[in-house]
């Protein structure tokens, strides 16, 4: 069957939520996104502001095209530099989708727009206008939507939590971008090739970002199906999307993804490659591969995931595991190795890759190849001998101008995580970390998105600054729509956990408002501040539909007759009514008088 | 609709598994449960032994008879104790049962048999025993159950954890249970009149357990609905359970949960004291209490919740909070202080209340009635002025031989969860630590069994005995059966973790052993060694339903040419023969030849 030409997306705001957009004071074009929630009036509290990653899609304002794409709203920006050049470009060959039938082929996406890239000897990544002193579009777009109406807050800002040496700003200046940039602390994945881009910044002294990892397989699934989760997974707070497809049409799937994108797209080329080659690893070359890398960078994929991390050499370290190696990239990589008795061809022609991603702005996420894939296995000899590979290959990515991140495990039972986060701050120089979970067990398939969060909540406060999120198919098949909100609401609470954990001062401000509604039973407002207010509505409505529900001061849980919020409302004047007596403060005594308790008086006599 | 007299509930065992029982040494008769999990012959592997708390509702070999309630397993070794008696006992009362009328009284369980209590000046409490040299068929039981076949182990036991102080041995012997009772560091909640019951151990330095919460509520379930959660619960493999009922049939409803339940179970006794005086806090008496405290007791209730540290003087330090009294509990007790300007009665007759406790072994869990319900709150001035009173209270509940635990929160960020555990084991003398959750975010009503596996982990590592766990329903409705079983399995989650990163040197055998089945594609075995076999399978066959599948060496994410776990076979073998050309380790050399790496080839050159 072949795939409809016009998938559909889920569309419209969230609840009691506004899209508003930001201006820009170096560049004042900017329209820079984030979401409002409005409260009802009883509170008397402004609109609560939140990170917005979930593109046009929820703008009361835009009709979508999925057949035109989104707004090519970095275009501008790219044109004024002046130092890129379209040209032809490699059109698409039927190796790239797999050498499928006419039948089964995934319609290419209606507009073909020639290619970008960096005119000769320009590089124009967004870590060389940083080392060059330029603050970009991008980098003040990134510094706007980090602050979330923070510079309003700045009188009451308060600073409550622990960040093991991360240097989060009060409030984020597109100077402070423009240097995380350039000292390779942040990365700002942005492809020329993918203006409908709406720039967001991965960094240890941002707000911890996720990324939900959508592509068919060989089994199952479609375009239709991967358009409509990867809306779908930004909707529910997706940072960055990862299109792992390994099935067929590749490249036409990838297409109509990035056309229709907000968020940058990452992928692991490798996968099409081997694709190319009819599934024989061994017949890898790095001509394909290099072929496969000028394909994607043109279409604007934001970051490659490279396993070039994978030596030779450490490969026989793996033998003894448990579980082998669980990467793809890295099983694939490992047996090109073995059998061609050679060092890894990615290893090896690593700055000709640099080249290319500095030609079109292709951030390098370096891939884990060696990551344990069983708590076993957990930071062994094989993983780290690949962090030592990844921390040689940073610099000389930094040498070429290339953005760098760096991925990380896995499977780690939680009293060897933070070993993790500090080796590989050391290693690497503190390029951005982005880890799979970890998963702290390995007894719950079904759950790994709870095993996984658990690790991924204590790793990023530890100042892991990209979370890739788990669903709970996760070593049990292809998640489906269902799986990736789960994947990716779990890995929000991650996120922010770390956030206030790392005493981000926003992240707070989200938990406070919150925790205001709830007691003081403002149901709607409860659930609209929530990551998820439909299912929250729904759990609620389950045992108390009727809309006269949203105002009792109790749920089903408690009943009207237990509910403690209720009684703490009760007891609550009375309460402060015997603390303002403070001119009989002094007089203390316990039993029926009336008495002023001091914080002495309150520890055991 | 009155209840059906006789509730169904699932019975059964769990895939692959077999009920065993081993036998005592000091208590010859004893018979202990556990589970095996048998693995495809082609593993070569023997079951592995997995702690049950099931009861004998998973015995192939039992039939179930609910009315009858379980077999008395405990009923001689009490007998042979001679320091109880059975006497007439407390009649149930309409006020038992929140004055229903008969068409809506819940049938009173079948059976009655005569409460016993200590004889005069006896204390019949697990700690006397211990504290007499006394090792009790209860001791025993437990340490056989704690070892799950760990003698057998004894010399591959390897230890690989942080365990921030506890002592953890690598055999459980009924001596060192005993002794970890005495000084109260451990308590096994084992009332008389519950011999029922499978005794189980909680402390630091035994398995993390869990607990679940059920019972009805005013506005919605019913007794069946309530045994069957019981029986769900345990399946899945809560440690015990909680009845928290605060509607109707209070008392005809936790008879049939208690007869039936082979786990201990705990109750709020202030709820069911609250029905009888008709929701009025103020009309509280230590009276009423009192008699609540006798009624519970007699029909073998093993653990009570206690606010006796919602002080009158502390109550004002929550009059500034954002959620104010989020116990149901704590704020019934407050109101009534306010209300009376008097000291809680709960306090001030608190040695009254230990001399029913040690009569009849009823074990404290001193709760935390001012637990913060906000990230906002957490670690105040009211939160750990109550936990001072908490050490106050297990040092006079110590001095009568009265078994302890104590409650914890709550709402708690990351970097304030392990000051908890800190101060908790400094003031309450290393009393065993019962937390629920503590939620690490506020802003995901509908997803609060994850937010608080978080926190329930990290506190569960660094010493927290039990936890409590949290449902998806938390804060919008009363769980159903569904909710029960997502939050057992999340808190098994947690707790395995926790043993996993203390260094438990049985917990990882689990995992080693479902992550060999994984890398050898022995699917049955995965599925059959997870925490949840069901819901393992039925999200591997949504996309692979055969059962030819079950035996592919691929999932549905993958697909055969992209299986990681799969290449990693195929290369084994070639990588294997690398490394065993270990005469030639010596001589490296980059490249094509075959090479031996070191430890020192592996870092970067």
Chains 1, 2 share one sequence.
Not at 465 to 489: F, N, Q, S, W
Not at 537 to 555: M, Y
Request: negative net charge; aromatic residues 8%; glycine residues 8%.
């Amino acid at each position: 069957m072949t795939d409809l030409s016009t998938p559909t997306v889920t569309t419209g705001p969230l609840p009691a939520s506004t899209k508003v957009f930001k201006p820009g004071v170096l560049h004042p074009d900017l329209r820079v996104p984030m979401r409002e929630i409005a409260l009802h009036p009883s509170a008397g509290e402004p609109p609560v502001t939140v990170y917005d990653s979930s593109g046009p899609y929820t703008d009361q304002n835009t009709q979508i095209s999925i057949e035109q794409g989104l707004p090519r709203l970095r275009e501008a920006w790219l044109a004024a530099r002046g130092d890129t050049e379209a040209y032809e470009g490699r059109h698409v060959q039927p190796a790239d989708n797999g050498f499928v039938p006419a039948d089964r082929l995934t319609p290419a996406f209606p507009a073909r727009r020639r290619p970008l890239r960096a005119k000769q000897g320009r590089a124009v990544t967004q870590i060389a206008y940083a080392r060059a002193g330029i603050i970009t579009p991008e980098m003040e777009f990134v510094a706007i939507r980090e602050n979330l109406g923070r510079a309003a807050m700045r009188e009451k800002m308060a600073r409550d939590g622990e960040n093991f040496g991360a240097a989060i700003p009060d409030f984020v200046t597109p100077e402070f971008v423009r240097d995380e940039v350039a000292r390779g602390r942040a990365v700002i994945p942005a492809n020329i090739n993918h203006p409908e881009l709406e720039p967001t910044a991965i960094g240890r002294n941002f707000l911890v970002k996720i990324n939900a990892n959508i592509g068919n397989s060989a089994v199952t699934s479609s375009m239709a199906e991967e358009v409509d989760k990867m809306v779908w997974a930004i909707r529910w707070g997706a940072d960055t999307v990862m299109d792992l497809s390994t099935g067929r049409n590749i490249h036409n799937i990838r297409e109509w993804i990035i056309r229709n994108a907000p968020v940058p797209i990452g992928t692991v080329p490798i996968y099409q490659a081997l694709e190319k080659v009819g599934g024989i690893a061994e017949d890898l070359t790095w001509e394909i591969f290099r072929d496969t890398l000028i394909e994607q960078a043109e279409q604007g994929v934001d970051y490659f995931t490279i396993h070039a991390g994978v030596r030779l050499r450490h490969i026989p370290l793996t033998v003894d595991r448990v579980t082998g190696i669980v990467s793809r990239g890295g099983s694939i990589m490992a047996k090109w190795c073995l059998h061609h008795h050679r060092e890894s061809f990615l290893y090896e022609h690593f700055e000709e890759i640099c080249a290319i991603a500095r030609a079109y702005d292709v951030t390098f996420s370096l891939g884990d190849g060696l990551r344990p894939g069983s708590i076993a296995d957990a930071n062994d000899a094989a993983q780290f001998a690949e962090l030592e590979t990844l921390g040689e290959l940073t610099r000389i990515a930094w040498q070429h101008d290339c953005q760098v991140m760096i991925e990380g495990p896995g499977h780690v039972p939680m009293h060897k995580i933070k070993e993790n986060m500090d080796k590989q701050l050391a290693i690497c120089g503190e390029a951005p970390f982005y880890t799979l979970g970890p998963l702290t067990t390995d007894i719950a398939p079904g759950y790994d998105h709870i095993t996984s969060g658990i690790g991924a909540a204590m790793i990023g406060w530890f100042g892991t600054a990209m979370l890739c999120y788990v669903t709970p198919k996760e070593h049990l098949g292809l998640p489906d729509r269902d799986d990736v909100k789960t994947g990716v609401i779990t890995y929000k609470i991650a996120a922010h956990a770390a956030d206030l954990a790392k005493g981000h001062p926003a992240a707070k401000l989200r938990d406070d408002a919150l925790s205001r509604a709830r007691f003081e039973f403002r149901w709607e407002d409860q659930f609209n501040l929530s990551l998820d207010p439909d299912t929250a509505r729904a759990f609620h409505d389950q045992t108390l539909p009727k809309e006269a529900h949203k105002l009792a001061h109790f749920c089903s849980m408690c009943g009207p007759r237990f509910c403690s919020m209720r009684i703490s409302h009760d007891i609550r004047d009375e309460a402060r009514a015997q603390v303002g007596m403070n001119a009989m403060a002094e007089r203390y005594r316990d039993g029926g008088d009336l008495y002023m308790p001091t914080q002495e008086s309150a520890k055991v006599p």
